[in-house]
């Protein structure tokens, strides 16, 4: 089970650290609640706003063919830290997602998955064993509604549940707040003061009763072929449980050509 969410993650730390930036944002939300946080404005000065956003959002959305990565995963839940995990990603753009889980001190790999739109094979190289799942198993694992381009935006550092005909934008301390809400959660972004890249997401579940969080900060950016890329990614996620995220990609290229077949040996058994 916890495999399944390791494959669904991918990305990212717990909450933000102790910093000046972190007071100016908690100071400008309310604890568990954003629907309130930025009121519509109607100046001139808030349009401008909100336009210029817009088109800095565009302009930074990662678009590609392919995407290959490997990255160093930390992790730590309720029971305390877990085994780090080195993970090699490959994504062919809407078709597949391809994933080597391997235990770091080891060296040896563990774990290989292939995701596509609509299903997951995951083979468990230790017990020499094969499961295949639907994607809504994933969903059922880690309690998010995913589908497959909500885990590629994830894994390549997009926007995740952001409505755009909801939003609303506010600056504050030179940082943009930009609030809105779907059907599943209520999303506050935090976009940085000089390109507006992506800084923090913040997502509180729709549903009161669930009490469900997530928080997902973004640093280390680095640019390649025009592309802005957070290198360095946290992220925590809270219901009944906690799990606490770190993910530091140690290298990653775009666009160029890879595989992303999943050969199952003879001997392997149907799970």
Same mark, same amino acid.
């Given at each position: 089970?916890?495999?399944?969410?390791?494959?669904?993650?991918? *990305? *990212?730390?717990?909450?933000?650290?102790?910093?000046? !930036?972190?007071?100016?944002?908690?100071?400008?939300?309310?604890?568990?609640?954003?629907?309130?946080?930025?009121?519509?404005?109607?100046?001139?000065?808030?349009?401008?706003?909100?336009? !210029?956003?817009?088109?800095?959002?565009?302009?930074?959305?990662?678009?590609? /063919?392919?995407?290959?990565? /490997?990255? /160093?995963?930390?992790?730590?839940?309720?029971?305390?830290?877990?085994?780090?995990?080195?993970?090699?990603?490959?994504?062919?753009?809407?078709?597949?997602?391809?994933?080597?889980?391997?235990?770091?001190?080891?060296?040896?790999?563990?774990?290989?998955?292939?995701?596509?739109?609509?299903?997951?094979?995951?083979?468990?190289?230790?017990?020499?064993?094969?499961? @295949?799942?639907?994607?809504?198993?994933?969903?059922?694992?880690?309690?998010?509604?995913?589908?497959? /381009?909500?885990?590629?935006?994830?894994?390549?550092?997009?926007?995740?549940?952001?409505?755009?005909?909801?939003?609303?934008?506010?600056?504050?301390?030179?940082?943009?707040?930009?609030?809105?809400?779907?059907?599943?959660?209520?999303?506050?972004?935090?976009?940085?003061?000089?390109?507006?890249?992506?800084?923090?997401?913040?997502?509180?579940?729709?549903?009161?009763?669930?009490?469900?969080t997530a928080n997902i900060s973004y640093d280390e950016y680095e640019k390649s072929n025009d592309v802005s890329f957070s290198t360095y990614r946290e992220l925590s996620i809270s219901e009944k449980n906690?799990?606490?995220?770190?993910?530091?990609?140690?290298?990653?290229?775009?666009?160029?050509?890879?595989?992303?077949?999943? !050969?199952?040996?003879?001997? @392997?058994?149907?799970?």
């Open positions: 089970m916890k495999t399944f969410f390791y494959l669904t993650i991918l *990305s *990212s730390i717990f909450l933000f650290s102790c910093s000046p !930036t972190k007071r100016v944002i908690n100071n400008a939300i309310a604890p568990k609640d954003t629907t309130n946080v930025i009121r519509d404005q109607t100046s001139k000065e808030a349009i401008q706003l909100a336009q !210029t956003t817009r088109e800095n959002l565009q302009k930074n959305y990662i678009d590609f /063919k392919t995407f290959s990565a /490997k990255i /160093k995963v930390e992790s730590q839940d309720s029971k305390g830290k877990n085994p780090d995990i080195t993970a090699v990603v490959r994504i062919v753009k809407d078709s597949a997602i391809w994933i080597s889980l391997s235990a770091t001190f080891l060296n040896v790999e563990v774990y290989r998955a292939l995701i596509t739109k609509d299903s997951v094979v995951l083979m468990d190289k230790r017990e020499k064993t094969v499961q @295949y799942r639907s994607l809504d198993y994933l969903q059922e694992v880690t309690k998010i509604p995913f589908d497959f /381009k909500t885990l590629q935006d994830l894994l390549i550092g997009n926007p995740i549940f952001f409505n755009d005909q909801s939003a609303t934008f506010k600056k504050v301390d030179n940082y943009i707040l930009v609030n809105s809400s779907d059907a599943n959660f209520k999303n506050l972004m935090t976009l940085t003061p000089d390109n507006s890249l992506l800084y923090r997401i913040k997502l509180d579940d729709v549903d009161m009763a669930r009490n469900r906690k799990l606490d995220v770190q993910m530091k990609y140690k290298q990653f290229d775009f666009n160029k050509d890879l595989s992303v077949g999943l !050969t199952i040996p003879k001997n @392997y058994k149907r799970k």
